[in-house]
């Protein structure tokens, strides 16, 4: 799976308008917890080739970016987790979720 990095706060107006044409996936790292290495390990693997046809994906490492972070909160209107997985569809955030909670059947299916 080729994830971009979310590394700019410009990003996110470009992903709001990218969320139009498809969803998006934003993945919140923390570089320091091991459950969030297990959920990313977890969404590597389990991401097939043909997923990134329905379905754009980002990785935010939030420990070197913490003000994308808190930005995501206040555009998105979600609360903050680590790890965390949200989806965005048509500029709204349509699904998320963190820790074991993240399920990648369920990330995948909004891209149907």
Sequence with gaps: MSWKKLDNLSQLDHIREESKARPVVIFKHSTRCSISSMAWNRMERSWKAEDSDRLSAYFLDLIAHRDISNAIVSEFGVDHASPQVIVIKDG???????HMGINYRDIVAMGA
């Design 92 to 98: 709204e955030a349509i699904y998320d979720n963190s």
